[in-house]
Nanobody, 117 residues
Framework: QVQLVESGGGLVQAGGSLRLSCAASGITFSIKEMGWYRQGPGKQRELLASLNDSGSTNYADSVKGRFTISRDNAKRTAYLQMNNLKPEDTAVYYC???????????WGQGTQVTVSS
């Protein structure tokens, strides 16, 4: 059974940094792509950053230059380094991964990030 577990969320002051982790287990397939999303109160879930198996990254304009996605294949873990956090970054952050074989997408349960002004 595929399981993604996010960690690293919490409360931080504006201008601070957090590093989120997404540990994958139960994966028996190659991971085509991993991504980080967030969903703020009353908002739709939005893509923040993605990293594919070729090493290419993609970022939302709202986080470009502040957030960095990375991946440790040996540990089957993805990271999201978040710097210069703003109150509007407050949201539940989710990671997902896409199977390279089936295209199925798997989601974690989310981790709360709260940025105080």
């Amino acid at each position: 059974q595929v399981q993604l577990v996010e960690s690293g969320g919490g409360l931080v002051q504006a201008g601070g940094s957090l590093r989120l982790s997404c540990a994958a287990s139960g994966i028996t397939f190659s991971i085509k792509e991993m991504g980080w999303y967030r969903q703020g109160p009353g908002k739709q879930r939005e893509l923040l950053a993605s990293l594919n198996d070729s090493g290419s990254t993609n970022y939302a304009d709202s986080v470009k230059g502040r957030f960095t996605i990375s991946r440790d294949n040996a540990k089957r873990t993805a990271y999201l380094q978040m710097n210069n956090l703003k109150p509007e970054d407050t949201a539940v952050y989710y990671c997902n991964c896409k199977s390279g074989r089936t295209g199925n997408v798997y989601w974690g349960q989310g981790t709360q990030v709260t940025v105080s002004s």
